[in-house]
């Protein structure tokens, strides 16, 4: 970390515990004279409370009320949260986000890996290499997930003809409920393995060679020196990675809702055939914006919520608590 | 309305307060929602919902409004009721779809009540099932009726000769009348031609049997029935095109190349889906023909066009939908859309009798009247639509992950409970 | 290791990673085939692989339909404004942090910390009734809000600005008599410019690209962004897709384009952020 830096009048920083009375006027004109500075790291704070905590706080009022958005809302306890522990369709969407976001992440930091070494070893081509991998994460994921469907589909996806070529029936990729989750974890596996890729290629440049030319000599092999040397020391990066795609990962909502959308009409939860892409989020977005059951939404929004906690903790075991 | 939210706000927000004043001088939401003010009458409706030439037209007839139309993609319901919520840009005129139109009912004091603008002197011109439909239980009319969606079979003609089953209409209804007759057929088919499926997925039959029935998932007693012999006989129906090996399976997207390219033989729907067909496949005008449908006619569908009580001019309003939907636009609707009109002053008019292009030059109200005219009633609770859905999931589940049709049926009816629960229906 | 053995493997090193460029690619070329042939040429077995002649007629289809141009324009607007907005109040937020010290700083800068990792997505139902009362539904006005309540700018260009900017040229400045904005505005800008440059195009991306709060409070058909459009697009053109690949064509282009332009410098900082954080 870089050097503190001060830019301080005067000699003695910080808050002092034992002044007399009079100190504490000219803690407070001390304080009143930072106004530029409190000022200046303001706007984020009023944005933020406005817009994101107080929201919050509602959300969780909200869902000990039955509201509709039109009346008053109707104070019912913990009932909302004793409907969302029965709801099948609930356990089935919590299900669903978590087996995909599985289906996704974990495939994608190993790629992310190898495709990392493979870059660090590359001396040619790295900038373009970069780019091109890099490319899909600043895609839009509507146009994304409108390409996924048109391509994976049954009756006309270049998939399945891809698959006939090699004689493989075609595969109901988007009646399948396994498929359907397979399909959704492949958009979000591509798209967003070449970001990590190329954090965790920052990360192993950083790796000062000497470790390497140590091991070498000491007669590590190549794979000894991947899983002793760069793992170990790219743990923080990998952490960071796996929480960022936990926490976007798990409230995924554009790629069923725009793959599936024109569903909503017949099965108002949508998420395809046998609901199998419903996601908690997409299942929230119907509760609240297609139903008007304010209430039942924000019980769920805080379930999805606590259920990320959840998981952030785990991976926050799994992956940082071992060492040191 | 206004005084309870301002309340809801301040006792949760006062930094909410301080956002809102510091942005936008704590504007509030004018009741005129409509931009423009009352000389503008905006207008929703969903591709298909009405016949964009009809519309096209009513923008050039009212000359004292402007009349903006929008199309509205993606989940109309949902569009319209959030922007309800939101109080601004509700349009003075919307589409409302039959299935829908239950669930708005409690709800009537959020549209103007048609009768007081004068529908009540047309309403001897509409169909009286339809229009009660678009009723509320104690006479005002929220939804004014665009179409009905009497049901029949659409079936491929070349598919049908090329594996020795009749072609004419009037043999395919007596031959396939019942579902049994039907599913038979349709083992025929898909023998002779083992790409072609009989129909696309068993929702469809499931949908298709309830609405032949005089009762749903909800009694007049606001009792869940969900749980007996008629549905349970549905249900039973619906997964037999699974068990013989004739369902396509379909329940995405792909149904659009898959129309086109003769993976289906025939189409179970309304009136309207013609339209569905015609535009996803194109290069089979000329091959399909309709016939009366198997287990007799059903009402599956068809909208209603209302004025949400914000509007700002309700009279033009309600100018523009008698305009739009007088029978002579009606049976343009018919033509343009395949909107089958609910009036039934159209059924003699010519656009009605004349032959159609698309189904080789049949005359296809000779299937749509005599079906519009059997039309069996049922009424449809507004938690109706909600029970239901439970239904199709499972029968997708056992249609593509092969689940347990008993178990798929006790978790149907254990989960239509518990909404229908939810939203005040004694089971 | 033999020279023979050294060049096949740095082949098959090269071969490997052109096949994940290729992965990652292709999708791009495939969807302006796709955008450039009829739905008929989409649908066909074996499908078409190369680029027809359509693409015209397509997006003027398009423009047609839903008022794609008017929603790029909104999107190009909104993002915009957005990241004038962001870059303005993050890094003068994040400059403080860094070069200055007053009462509470750290404890402030720890309660940033904290409301980060809040997923803010769960309060959708209570910031769409804000925008309701406040009258900014249907508005471009909301979609600016999200990305100026993200701290990943203030941490950003904090780290930055802890290391590109000297103390000894604000201390000097402050000695000139340059009041806090101004130091600022002559010595901190100047010198996180390349900072602001990774920050500009990380919020101009997500903001274009943001679907859901877009989804939500544009409610009036009119005034949509290109996401929100892109998506009805695919609902009403269900059945001619070349017309819907043609939209997210338009939908993906611009900003690959201007992503290739400024890549490396975007890929550099952004390694460098992630590492350092």
Same mark, same amino acid.
């Given at each position: ?40 790291v ?10 994101a ?10 869902? !000990? ?25 609930f ?18 930091? !190993? ?15 790295s900038?373009?290499y ?17 390409f ?14 891809t ?29 967003w393995?070449?970001?990590n ?38 743990r ?16 995924? !909502? ?17 998420g ?7 996601t ?17 939404g ?6 999805? !919520? ?19 | ?52 030439? *009809?519309?096209?037209?009513? *923008? ?29 840009? *509700? ?26 603008l ?60 019942? +579902? ?13 031609l ?24 909800i ?6 029935i969900?749980?007996?012999?008629h ?23 792909? +149904? ?21 067909i ?6 089979t005008?000329?091959?399909?023909? *309709?016939?009366?449908?198997p ?14 009580a ?6 033009a309003a309600?100018?523009?939908?008698? +305009? ?11 033509t ?7 009036s ?16 080789g ?20 609770a507004?938690?109706d ?23 798929a ?7 239509a409970k ?10 | 290791?033999s ?36 739905t ?9 692989l190369?680029f ?8 003027r ?7 794609f141009?008017g929603?790029?324009?909104n ?16 890094s ?27 997923p ?8 769409f ?40 040229l604000?201390?000097a400045?402050?000695l ?24 500009g ?8 690209n ?7 409070v ?9 996401q929100?459009?892109?998506?009805q ?28 332009l ?16």
């Amino acid at each position: 970390m870089a050097t503190r830096s001060t830019v301080e009048p005067r000699p003695q920083p910080g808050s002092a515990h034992r002044r007399p009375a009079a100190g504490r006027a000219r803690r407070r004109r001390r304080v009143l004279s930072y106004w530029p500075q409190y000022l200046a790291v303001s706007p984020f704070f009023v944005v933020f409370t406005g817009f994101a905590l107080v929201p919050i706080m509602v959300t969780f009022y909200l869902a !000990f009320h039955d509201w509709d958005g039109i009346g008053d809302p109707k104070y019912v306890g913990l009932s909302q949260f004793r409907y969302l522990i029965h709801d099948h369709t609930f356990w089935l969407a919590l299900w669903n986000t978590l087996v995909i976001w599985l289906l996704a992440t974990v495939p994608m930091l !190993f790629i992310a890996l190898v495709v990392a070494s493979m870059l660090n070893s590359a001396k040619r081509l790295s900038g373009f290499y970069r780019v091109a991998y890099f490319t899909p994460s600043v895609t839009s994921l509507v146009a994304i997930a409108i390409f996924f469907f048109a391509v994976f589909s049954s009756q006309y996806g270049i998939v399945n003809a891809t698959l006939h070529v090699f004689g493989v029936p075609a595969v109901p990729w988007m009646t399948n409920p396994w498929t359907i989750k397979i399909v959704i974890a492949l958009l979000m596996t591509w798209q967003w393995v070449g970001y990590n890729a190329i954090i965790y290629l920052a990360g192993m440049q950083a790796i000062p060679t000497e470790l390497y030319e140590a091991a070498r000599i000491d007669g590590a092999s190549a794979a000894q020196r991947f899983f002793r040397i760069t793992i170990p020391l790219l743990r923080p990066i990998i952490l960071f990675t796996v929480v960022v795609s936990t926490v976007t990962g798990l409230q995924s !909502f554009t790629e069923p809702q725009v793959m599936f959308g024109s569903n909503a009409a017949t099965n108002p939860n949508s998420g395809g055939p046998g609901q199998a892409g419903l996601t908690v989020m997409l299942y929230f977005y119907h509760q609240a914006f297609d139903n008007n059951d304010f209430g039942y939404g924000a019980a769920i929004s805080w379930a999805l !919520f606590l259920f990320i906690l959840l998981i952030v903790a785990v991976n926050w075991r799994l992956i940082g608590g071992r060492d040191r | 309305m206004e005084l309870s939210r301002r309340r809801f706000l301040q006792t949760s927000a006062l930094t909410a307060a301080g956002v809102a004043a510091a942005a936008a001088c704590g504007k509030s939401s004018s009741p005129n929602g409509a931009a423009g003010g009352s000389s503008t009458i905006s207008l929703w409706y969903w591709g298909g919902g009405l016949s964009d030439k *009809v519309v096209a037209d009513a *923008v050039k007839h009212f000359t004292s409004v402007t009349v903006k139309t929008s199309v509205i993609g993606g989940d109309f319901k949902q569009k319209l009721l959030t922007t309800m919520s939101g109080r601004k840009f *509700v349009p003075d005129v919307t589409g409302i779809k039959g299935e829908d139109i239950a669930s708005f009912l409690p709800r009537a004091e959020r549209f103007i009540d048609l009768n007081t603008l004068g529908a009540d002197k047309l309403a001897s011109q509409y169909l009286g099932w339809k229009w009660k439909q678009g009723s509320t239980q104690d006479g005002k009319l929220i939804g004014f009726p665009i179409d009905i969606g009497p049901t029949a079979l659409f079936y491929r003609e070349d598919l049908f000769a090329q594996a020795g089953l009749p072609t004419d209409p009037a043999t395919v209804a007596s031959q396939l009348a019942s +579902w049994e007759d039907y599913f038979s057929a349709g083992v025929e088919l898909h023998k002779a031609l083992p790409k072609t499926f009989l129909l696309n997925n068993v929702g469809s039959v499931f949908n298709m049997v309830v609405g032949q029935g005089t009762t749903r998932f909800i009694d007049t007693n606001n009792h869940f029935i969900g749980d007996q012999d008629h549905i349970r006989r549905a249900w039973d129906l619906a997964l037999r095109p699974l068990q013989l090996g004739v369902d396509a399976k379909i329940n995405d997207n792909s +149904w659009n190349a898959a129309i086109g390219n003769g993976a289906l033989g025939t189409e179970i729907g309304a009136a309207w889906h013609a339209l569905d067909i015609s535009s996803a496949a194109p290069g089979t005008k000329g091959t399909w023909r *309709v016939a009366a449908g198997p287990g007799g006619p059903a009402n599956i569908g068809g909208s209603f066009l209302a004025i949400p009580a914000t509007s700002g001019n309700p009279k033009a309003a309600f100018d523009l939908i008698s +305009w739009l939907l007088s029978p002579q636009n009606q049976a343009r609707g018919f033509t343009d859309a395949a909107l089958f009109p609910s009036s039934p002053a159209s059924y003699t008019l010519p656009a009605l009798t004349a032959a159609d292009p698309f189904f080789g030059g049949q005359k296809t109200i000779e299937v749509f009247g005599p079906a519009a005219e059997k039309i069996p009633v049922a009424y449809e609770a507004p938690a109706d639509a909600a029970a239901a859905a439970p239904y199709f999931s499972e029968l997708t589940s056992v249609e593509t992950k092969g689940k347990s049709p008993d178990q798929a049926w006790a978790d149907a009816v254990s989960q239509a409970k518990s909404i229908a629960a939810k939203q005040g229906v004694s089971i | 290791m033999s020279r023979r053995l050294r060049v096949g493997r740095r082949l098959g090193l090269h071969a490997l990673l052109m096949l994940g460029v290729v992965v990652s690619l292709f999708p791009f070329y495939w969807t302006i085939v796709m955008a450039t042939n009829t739905t008929e040429d989409i649908y066909r077995y074996p499908p078409k692989l190369t680029f027809g002649s359509h693409l015209l007629v397509n997006i003027r289809q398009v423009f047609d339909s839903i008022q794609f141009l008017g929603s790029l324009l909104n999107s190009l607007l909104v993002a915009s404004v957005a990241t004038v907005l962001v870059l303005f109040v993050d890094s003068l937020a994040a400059f403080t942090f860094a070069k200055y010290r007053f009462p509470g700083r750290d404890l402030i800068f720890g309660v940033l910390l904290g409301l980060y990792l809040l997923p803010t997505q769960m309060a959708l139902i209570p910031q769409f009734i804000l925008m309701v009362d406040i009258g900014w539904v249907g508005s471009l006005k909301p979609l600016v809000l999200p990305s100026l309540a993200n701290a990943f700018g203030i941490f950003w260009m904090r780290q930055y600005s802890l290391q590109a900017v000297p103390d000894e040229l604000v201390e000097a400045s402050r000695l000139d008599g340059c009041g806090f904005l101004r130091q600022y505005w002559h010595v901190g800008l100047p010198t996180i410019r390349p900072g602001l440059a990774f920050l500009g195009i990380y919020t101009f991306i997500s903001v274009w690209n943001d679907y859901v709060w877009p989804l939500v409070v544009l409610v009036n058909p009119d005034r949509l962004t290109l996401q929100v459009a892109l998506a009805q697009l695919n609902t009403t053109h269900i059945t001619n897709y070349s017309v819907v690949m043609a939209g997210a064509l338009l939908a993906v282009l611009p900003l690959v384009l201007v992503f290739t332009l400024f890549a490396r410098h975007f890929i550099a900082d952004a390694t460098k952020g992630a590492v350092r954080g």
